[in-house]
């Protein structure tokens, strides 16, 4: 037999050529190796970046959320001044109490004193 490692061997029984493999020798399975070893090393240059820009879209989102509920907040203020502030006097007896009263606790939320309007 040939010492040729890849040598196709003819079999005369199948008439096709087959390829005999054998193991590779220390030297080359050495190299094998060391060859996986530096493939399976993770390349982390690109995480920082990755990181960097979730770190700056997070603290955008949170900028937009604040300015939401500050917007929000303006807005409830303008409201409880318009009811606050709303005639009265073409509202029914049970109307003007019901507005009394949500102004009322307006006044509680805003921190105004109340008097009695007896």
Known sequence: MSSNLETPVEVKEYDTLLSISHPIGQKAAKKKSKGKKSSNTLDLSGIESVMKEKNVNTSKLIQLKEALE??????????????????????SEQQR????????????????QIFSYV
Do not use: A, F, V, W
């Not at 500050?70 to 509202?91: A, G, P, V």
């Not at 102004?103 to 921190?111: E, S």
């Open 97 to 112: 109490k019901d507005h009394e009263k949500y102004c009322d606790h307006i006044r509680k939320k805003l921190g105004y």
């Open 70 to 91: 500050r917007r929000l907040q303006e807005q409830e203020r303008h409201m409880e001044y318009e009811i606050l502030m709303k005639d009265t006097s073409n509202m």
